[in-house]
């Protein structure tokens, strides 16, 4: 063979070579890297294939299962079943033939037995090739108060509400409860046919049952967004004592419209010239907090505060398991500033958000991130992750929390809360937004207690006639079933 052909041969040769090298690289990158990720993918038909041939493990709180799987066909396939299912959905999720959700999508592999750290403790059932048994997950939830969120939401009246309570120290989301909801049961069954038309008949309702208002559904949050702007003007270095704007009527520059106090206001503090933010806060003045946002300390101020607490991102409970992006305006126009500072117009949020507002005024300024689960253990009992507490942010100083929960306090003492003297609510917040062409409120509480000893935040909406106040005991029933 000539030269040139030698050279040619052996060049081709150390191609081959190389692209062989290359090929298998990339099969073990895919199978050693992106093989659960592969499995995941929405596009991949097959994960749905034989779901129920997988004896998941259990979801449960305070000792109590919440969801299970239970052996049918002679043990061919399994069964998920849902303890009281309409109270525990927000927290559970379903696990249907086609999709999951809750903590039944965000700890997938841990229930189904795929998670690499349960692998561990099965190593023999591993080298012989057995399917690890799923694991345990154990919600932060707590049984009682997440009940009598629930029942309290129900009895309301309300079209729609929600309730959210945090321990403020940690971020544990110890009540998540919505209404109205559904029934996981009748959606987690084998039959995928039977499955869709119940997924059908649920999202063809208005009220949308399937939907978590506690994370996933945005109100406007009234006057509760007033805690967010106070924060704002004690950041640029006011005080609960600082005199401020008030008056019955204020109209911001350029707008064409002023904007009022609530009637009930007349002949009140609101309708002086200026008084002390503290009184502003306790009598939630409208007018006080418009100008904040449109002048001073302005719309800059006003959202940068916001964005500390947590507004404008998504919040990220655990993996595949995330609350809606509450937001404030950013904008150049003093009108919708001031319209977004009293909690209207642009401005919206979900109860958990409104909840970690409350929480952090509660716990020196700390912002918590929430999460849901408490541990994780394999079947074998063996502890194989926990929840952790996790600081997002700061959105106040020491001081400046210490002020704003005086400013709470003020509410409950001497203002719109007034009426929850002697309850377990220490502070608070309430709030009404007005809701275009319909004859119902958002009525909103956010606040903390329980008395003697403060360490839970907790935020209310229930969507019905009347004003904020009227969710307020509802939030004192969450706090006693927490103490």
């Known amino acids: 063979m000539r030269p040139g052909i030698d050279r040619a041969v052996g060049r081709t040769w150390v191609i081959s070579l190389v692209m062989i090298i290359a090929l298998l690289a990339n099969i073990t990158y895919v199978q050693g890297f992106e093989a659960q990720d592969l499995r995941d993918d929405s596009l991949n038909a097959r994960q749905y294939e034989d779901r129920n041939k997988i004896d998941r493990g259990p979801i449960v709180a305070d000792g109590q299962r919440l969801a299970w799987s239970e052996p049918i066909d002679g043990g061919e396939k399994y069964q998920r079943r849902y303890k009281q299912s309409t109270v525990f959905s927000p927290i559970t999720g379903y696990f249907s033939p086609f999709s999951q959700t809750g903590l039944e999508n965000a700890a997938n592999h841990v229930l189904d037995g795929t998670d690499p750290r349960l692998a561990t403790t099965s190593f023999v059932d591993k080298l012989l090739g057995k399917h690890v048994p799923g694991g345990t997950v154990e919600a932060t939830v707590d049984v009682e108060a997440q009940q009598a969120a629930y029942e309290a939401l129900q009895s309301s009246g309300a079209r729609r509400a929600a309730a959210v309570a945090l321990d403020a120290?940690?971020?544990?989301?110890?009540?998540?409860?919505?209404?109205?909801?559904?029934?996981?049961?009748?959606?987690?069954?084998?039959?995928?046919?039977?499955?869709?038309?119940v997924f059908t008949r649920l999202s063809a309702q208005p009220s949308k049952p399937l939907l978590n208002k506690a994370t996933n559904e945005l109100f406007p949050p009234g006057s509760t967004f007033k805690t967010v702007v106070a924060a704002s003007a004690l950041a640029a270095g006011g005080s609960a004592d600082t005199r401020v704007r008030a008056g019955r009527s204020y109209r911001p520059p350029g707008a064409g419209q002023a904007i009022n106090n609530d009637a009930g206001d007349i002949g009140g503090e609101c309708d002086l010239p200026a008084i002390p933010l503290i009184s502003a806060y306790a009598q939630s003045c409208n007018t006080t907090f418009a100008f904040m946002g449109a002048e001073e300390p302005g719309n800059a101020a006003v959202r940068e505060r916001a964005a500390d607490f947590g507004?404008?991102?998504?919040?990220?409970?655990?993996?595949?398991?995330?609350?809606a992006a509450s937001s404030f305006p950013s904008t150049d126009q003093p009108s919708l500033s001031a319209l977004g500072s009293i909690g209207q117009g642009s401005t919206v949020a979900t109860p958990l958000q409104m909840a970690m507002v409350a929480a952090a005024v509660l716990d020196d300024g700390k912002v918590m991130r929430p999460y849901l689960i408490s541990k994780l253990t394999a079947a074998d009992g063996?502890?194989?992750?926990?929840?952790?507490?996790?600081?997002?942010?700061?959105?106040?100083?020491?001081?400046?929390?210490?002020?704003?929960?005086?400013?709470?306090?003020?509410?409950v003492t001497e203002g719109t809360g007034k009426s929850l003297r002697g309850t377990s609510v220490l502070g608070g917040k309430t709030g009404t937004a007005d809701v275009e062409g319909a004859a119902y409120n958002d009525r909103w509480f956010i606040g903390f207690g329980p008395r003697q000893d403060a360490r839970y935040a907790v935020a209310v909406m229930t969507e019905a006639p009347g004003y904020g106040i009227e969710s307020g005991p509802i939030a004192a029933r969450i706090l006693d079933a927490l103490e």
Request: charged residues 25%; glycine residues 8%.
């Open 169 to 197: 120290e940690t971020g544990a989301i110890l009540v998540m409860a919505s209404t109205p909801s559904y029934d996981a049961n009748d959606v987690s069954v084998l039959d995928g046919e039977q499955a869709q038309r």
């Open 382 to 411: 063996q502890e194989v992750g926990r929840g952790t507490p996790e600081r997002l942010s700061r959105a106040l100083t020491s001081d400046q929390a210490a002020q704003m929960r005086e400013l709470m306090q003020a509410v």
């Open 311 to 323: 507004f404008a991102k998504p919040i990220e409970i655990e993996p595949g398991m995330r609350g």
